[in-house]
Structure formats: C-alpha cells, structure tokens
C-alpha cells in the first residue's frame, strides 16, 4: 500500500504533499485519521474495481470522501451519488468502467472509461477485476499522460 511505502522510507504523514507531484492509489485505500492534512493540494486519481474482494470499494470512497469538506463537515460528500449502477441497484456495477472528477470540491458527471479527471481529484471504478487492476490502469495512455503532467509547486 501506497501509505506504508512512503511512511517506511522517512516521509512522514504531513510531509507526503510536499514531496510528490501526485498519487495514484491503485485497488488500495489511504488509511489516515485526517487525510486531508497529509495530502494538501497533491492530485490523486485513484482507481478500484467495484468487485474487489480485498479491499473494499467503500473504504476507498470513505477516504476520498474525508478529503472533500462537503456542506457540513468532511466526509459527508457522496461520491457514488450519481454513479450509474445497473437497473439502478447500488449493489451492481456499471455497465462499463466510469470516471468522475472531483474539481473545486464537488464530484462532477460520471464519465465513461478512464478520461483524464479535471480537477484535483479523480475516481475510476472498474466494473469488474477484483484486486487486479495494475496491468488495466498501467496500459492506459491516459493514465501516464496525466501522471507526467503532474509537476510538484
């Protein structure tokens, strides 16, 4: 996992943002308390499958959800508001892979496939792969198109 990595090599939880240009946390969540205080301005995309049997795509959304100070308090943001479940049954996926980009705070449309996310932050949910995302995200131009133009203030 992308926190214990950087947390073993000396870069502590309120230092990850100054020191990466982005994260892109692939079928994994970011486990802090207060994750909007280790992360600052970096930009994340992250990507998850709906299936994933390890870690579960609420985890993801929780965090995510904590970084967004939503109209109340952090955390109270929903981003699979207006996912596009099939039949409209939260419990199924999509009917293909969506992207939505969070830009001044707030989740925009759910976009299909994997286009590059405007704003800070960005969410792709694979309809189906499990725990196996890394050869899908890795082979997506789009992926390293907007991880090369990401350059640290």
């Known amino acids: 996992m992308w926190s214990n990595f950087l947390y073993g090599y000396g870069y502590g939880r309120a230092s990850v943002h100054s020191r990466l240009a982005a994260i892109a946390p692939l079928a994994g969540s970011i486990i802090y308390q207060r994750p909007v205080d280790c992360y600052g301005t970096t930009p994340i995309w992250t990507f998850h499958a709906f299936d994933d049997s390890n ?3 609420w985890q993801v959304l929780a965090q995510l959800e904590n970084i967004l100070p939503g109209p109340l308090y952090f955390g109270d943001v929903n981003l699979l508001r207006d996912y596009p479940h099939q039949s409209r049954d939260s419990r199924l996926p999509a ?4 992207t939505v980009a969070i830009k001044d705070n707030l989740p925009g449309l759910w ?16 309809r189906a792969g499990n725990h196996a995302i890394f050869w899908r995200t890795y082979a997506k131009k789009e992926f390293w198109d907007w991880m090369f133009a990401q350059k640290r203030e």
């Open 95 to 98: 009917d293909d892979d969506y």
């Open 55 to 57: 870690v579960g795509l």
């Open 111 to 126: 976009r299909k496939g994997t286009p590059i996310p405007e704003g800070r932050i960005g969410l792709t949910i694979y």
